[in-house]
């Protein structure tokens, strides 16, 4: 093999049972008292779009939380952090619901089976308890009230399911050392690459672009971005990114930025730390280390 390239890292697909269980557990013990002050929350407060910030906090609450158990159980397995993250949600969703027939029903038992829970939402896709704008004497009902339920499911799964497998998925794991890779590193002081020998090298885990990388123009709106992700704890390896950048101002002048992955996570040992850290001086003479 040429020295040049390398392996890209992916996961083992190795994970211990005690990592999705937990969060299970976690998501169940946080989610009733959580949902009690979620649905509280959201009758009090009238203003929708405050209410869908509240949504998306609890998804964001319940995506963090499963996250940090499934390192915590060492989950290196895709899929399973999926599953993990949408049970998680639903069981939000779950105590959510909850917590809203509280709010409705004076002495609803302590924890309502989900029979109740459907019941409940039967009653209301016919009836409603609550209205819009002008019309919020006229409560909302059927297929528009069901599309609501619908997308505010969806948001609190969707985060917490997104959140734990897109996290769980994007970070390398040392199996020598055990440890996340969790720290990174982001160099931003390189001009974009375009040549198609250099696009084709990336795509097959072939440093020597870097070698040939031009320093960024300076306010340049287009750049290339290299991550370095790292652990005290691993002393044996790291993980190298490289995409192109490009910026762009919206419509409230607001900058975006808009990013083409050309390699993602290679495996390269940790002895080149600083070698690559040099790009981040892209005026200074870099050593070859490749």
């Not at 609450?61 to 499963?66: D, E, I, P, S």
């Not at 089976?113 to 016919?126: F, S």
Request: glycine share 10%; aromatic share 12%.
């Amino acid at each position: 093999m040429n020295s040049n390239i390398h392996p890209f890292y992916s996961h083992p697909g190795k994970f211990g049972v005690h990592g999705p269980l937990l969060a299970v557990v976690a998501g169940v013990a946080v989610g009733y008292p959580l949902g009690i002050a979620y649905a509280y929350l959201i009758k009090w407060i009238p203003f929708i779009y405050l209410n869908f910030l509240i949504t998306l906090g609890c998804g964001f609450v319940f995506g963090l939380m499963t996250l940090q158990l499934l390192k915590y159980g060492r989950v290196r397995n895709g899929p399973i952090a999926l599953l993990t993250g949408i049970t998680v949600g639903v069981v939000a969703w779950y105590f959510n619901w909850n917590g809203y027939i509280h709010t409705l029903v004076r002495h609803a038992p302590l924890l309502l089976t989900p029979g109740q829970v459907l019941a409940v939402m039967q009653e209301l896709y016919k009836e409603g308890s609550w209205g819009i704008g002008f019309s919020s004497h006229t409560p909302v009902t059927g297929i528009v009230l069901g599309i609501v339920w619908l997308a505010e499911a969806g948001v609190i799964i969707g985060i917490s399911a997104v959140i734990s497998y897109g996290l769980i998925a994007s970070t390398p794991y040392c199996e020598t050392h055990e440890c996340w890779l969790n720290q990174e590193k982001k160099m931003d002081k390189l001009d974009s690459f375009s040549m198609p020998a250099h696009l084709e090298a990336f795509r097959n885990g072939d440093l020597g672009p870097l070698e040939e990388a031009r320093p960024r123009v300076p306010a340049s709106g287009r750049f290339a971005r290299l991550t370095l992700k790292h652990s005290d704890q691993c002393h044996d390896y790291c993980a190298l990114s490289v995409a192109n950048v490009t910026v762009t101002l919206d419509k409230n002048g607001k900058s975006e930025e808009k990013v083409e992955e050309l390699m993602t996570n290679v495996w390269v040992p940790k002895t080149m730390f600083d070698y690559l850290a040099q790009f981040d001086r892209p005026t200074a003479k870099v050593t070859t280390g490749i």
